[in-house]
């Protein structure tokens, strides 16, 4: 790549079914295409539509009602911006992440346990990455998985190394993409993982997935090839309030410099 990728988060609100939920769901999507639109006007590179506000998460299988109002979100943001978009189901349903971004003509899906398992609050999550590659051929090949490694609110099998996931994930269960996040969300990820990861496979594609600030951008640079902005752009630094324009323009300026 010639230059830092940058995607926006889109923390899409409560939807119905959750226990959050507030009617219309309108509402819910129109702040999604918002704050979608803002980013893009910042200059990101493209867009990623997650079910935040659906906490708690379902392990992997959400209801029919998240993925029917998930599509609604991601159809309008796909026809209200220019850039690229991806769709993340939460905790880790990647088959009906890769149905809707399909059926949207979506780009890119994010799968937090793409292969092998992860100890998280949901439980022991499995990765599906055997289904996941032959759905995608099925439905829509050109769509990118972006997998996260060792990711974050979750901790791995005793023993397992970083660089051996890493491995797996981009030669065996044929990711497009690796994501490093920190422990948790808006956490900074740890630069020795980094480098780690990078010797490992260093024809990889990383991307770092949590804890990026205007800052911590400059460390970034030349050692991964995109970054996934969530919290950073938020209204006052924080993740339940709409995209700012100046700190999102803030983040491009940092990464383009």
């Not at 009617?23 to 129109?30: C, G, H, I, M």
């Not at 029919?64 to 991601?74: G, K």
């Not at 050109?142 to 970083?162: S, Y």
């Not at 010797?199 to 990026?212: C, D, F, H, N, T």
Request: hydrophobic share 45%; with cysteine.
């Amino acid at each position: 790549m010639t230059s830092l990728q940058l995607i926006g988060m889109v923390h899409i609100g409560p939807l119905p079914g959750s226990p959050r939920y507030r009617p219309p769901l309108s509402r819910v999507v129109e702040r999604a295409v918002d704050d979608a639109s803002t980013l893009e006007r910042a200059g990101f590179d493209a867009v990623l539509v997650e079910n935040y506000g659906d906490a708690p998460y379902f392990a992997d299988d959400v209801p029919d009602i998240t993925v029917a109002s998930m599509t609604r979100v991601a159809a309008a943001t796909r026809m209200a911006v220019n850039v690229p978009v991806g769709v993340n189901v939460l905790r880790n349903d990647g088959v009906a992440a890769l149905s809707i971004a399909a059926a949207c003509e979506a780009h890119f899906v994010r799968v937090n346990v793409l292969s092998g398992v992860m100890y998280t609050d949901q439980g022991l999550i499995e990765g599906r990455a055997a289904q996941m590659a032959r759905l995608r051929a099925t439905l829509s090949p050109k769509i990118e998985i972006l997998a996260d490694l060792f990711v974050k609110h979750a901790t791995p099998p005793p023993g397992m190394r970083i660089e051996e996931a890493a491995a797996d994930l981009w030669h065996r269960a044929m990711s497009d993409g690796l994501i490093l996040s920190g422990p948790a969300t808006g956490r900074p990820t740890d630069p020795e993982l980094v480098d780690r990861v990078r010797a490992a496979v260093p024809e990889a594609r990383i991307l770092v997935g949590s804890g990026v600030t205007h800052r911590r951008i400059a460390g970034l640079v030349g050692r991964v090839d995109g970054i996934i902005v969530g919290t950073a752009t938020k209204e006052k630094g924080e993740i339940h309030r709409p995209v700012d324009a100046a700190r999102a323009a803030r983040i491009v300026r940092a990464a383009r410099g």
